[in-house]
């Protein structure tokens, strides 16, 4: 990260806000040259292969200048876009920007509770391994790494059904609340919660490995460097240096690590969502295939492309308020 | 063996999990080389047999819900892992290669352009993309290489230009060109063999990738339906998770360990020429 001097954060924000501009624009394009290029009649990429009266078809051709030229097409998606207008889903008889909306705040939940117990158990482990480097413990967060980083999220989340919802019983094996039973309170509440418990483990497993690595990392990293050293010449405690000193240096990798791993997460969350009947933007994704429903399709794509961009962008303001070397 | 492979080698034996992902390589392409022989019978044999456990006779690892053999299946979707990986891999690596090198050597608005459609790419998600290009153009083994290959080219190109960056200002290049060579034969006679071994790192991680990506697209539903592959076996198994285990367990190992043997390897790989990973 550049040094940044005395600009205010207001203005730092600013400036990465105006940067993202032609991400998006980008975005778009992608979307549009998709839309363009899917074999057969360009309307059916935004209708859906779902019969669709025929006044219907007429007017998205109209609207979307499909019998232009490519230019004129391309500026005219960009401005359907722009107006929030992503078409109609016939499949769900919802127009496609409110249903993804509506399905990405239920994946939202999920992934905001992966991400908060996957950095809590993944910077414990870390820590544990960065102590006692080539130790039992050390060893253990290595083969957790190299496990998260190579078992396919949807097996393990297969496998979770298996042993816990089909073998144990402990926790449901999929769905969001329970549909015989209607809890209120916080009932409710606990219902919800033990529906949440294995899709969660599932998703977290890569980033607990990802976050633990990172942090044993960058642990050994910041533990070696001269403050600690001066820290520790002041009496300080262990367990105080560490903590205070050292986690405090080794949170900003982890917090861009994280922020910038969001578009990971939301493929995660497909296939999760598919094993665990998540009503997410995943499992959308999954029926809309089936039901060759394509401007569900490309607007979970660019609805999600976007959520990245703003996730990033919230990233770089967050590690601007963690580095101790901006000043405001 | 000529000098630099032996002393590559002579390091990389030394690196235990990196011998353990040479060893799961080797029996992985073993497996798939092997197929016709290894599996007792046609993966796609339906019998009245369903739903075997494992262990039942003629079944060692059970049986489907359409009476298939599970172990079969298992031994002949390496083939599909394998190939993709491979091929996809590949393909990110020769776009990724070429990309790289002329973004670094010339730098400039090639190289800003460059910069910004990677960038872009980093942004939207590489399996959402993935399923709707395979849904629109189909699920067919080489449509799959493609895709998964044109959409994994970014990391290998960024790595490439970074080094091609330091290299363009070295020395031996300035003497390259001023003994007259074409541009781009310093680019890939004089500069790509001092860079390549990043890029085997990056395409032996890259097969991982691949491997996994074609496992979740089959999950999906949107693998060759004409090939048994892990992940296609997985998203039948995912109907059966009530009755059958072994249905999943056996695919998802095999998954597990061609992923974990690519990673390890690629590990290895970048200890044992990476002089600054070198322990002791």
Known sequence: MPNRGDKTLGRFALGRLVNSIPLVLGVIVVNFLLVSFAPGDPVTALIGDF???????????????????????????????????????????????????????????????TVTFATTVGVALGVMAARKPHSAADAAATGIALAGYSIPVFWLGQILVIVFAVWLGLFPAGGMRSVRVTYTGLAALLDRARHMVLPMF????????????????????????????????????????????????AALPIITVIGYSFAFIVAGSALVETVFGWPGVGRLMYDSIFTRDYPVMLGILL?????????????????????????? | MNGPVRDFWLQFRRNRLGMVGLALVLLLAAVALLAPVLAPVDPFRTSRQALLPPMSPGFLLGSDHLGRDVLSGVIWGSRVSLLVGLAAAATATFIGIVVGAVSGFFGGWVDELVMRVSELFQIIPRFVLALIVVSFFGSGLSNLILVIGILSWPQTARIVRSQFLRHRALPYVDSARVLGMKPLRIMFAEILPNVLAPVIVVASLDIAQAILMEASLGFFGLGDPNLR????????????????????????????????????????????????????
Request: net charge positive; proline share 4%.
């Open chain 1, 51 to 113: 019969p669709a009266p025929p006044e219907y078809v007429e007017r998205v051709r109209e609207q979307f200048g499909l019998d232009q030229p490519v230019h004129e097409r391309l500026v005219r998606y960009v401005v359907n876009v722009a107006r929030g207008d992503l078409g109609f889903s016939f499949a769900n008889r919802l127009p496609v920007l409110d249903l993804v909306l509506e399905r990405l705040g239920r994946t939202l939940v999920l992934m905001i509770v």
């Open chain 1, 202 to 249: 599932a998703l977290s497993f890569r980033y607990i490995a990802i976050t633990t690595r990172l942090t044993r990392s960058s642990l050994l990293e910041v533990m070696n460097s001269d403050y600690i050293l001066a820290a520790r010449a002041r009496g300080i405690s262990e367990r105080r240096v560490l903590w205070e000193h050292g986690l405090r240096a």
């Open chain 1, 303 to 328: 609805v999600v492309s976007l959520s990245v961009i703003v996730v990033n962008l919230l990233t770089d303001i967050a590690y601007a308020l963690f580095d101790p070397r901006v000043r405001y």
């Open chain 2, 229 to 280: 592959s892990w992940g296609g076996m997985l998203n039948t198994a995912q109907g059966f998770v009530q009755r059958a285990w072994w249905m999943s367990v056996f695919p998802g190992i095999g998954i597990s360990l061609a992923v974990l043997g690519f990673n390890l390897l690629g590990d290895g790989i970048n200890e044992a020429t990476d002089p600054r990973l070198r322990e002791g």
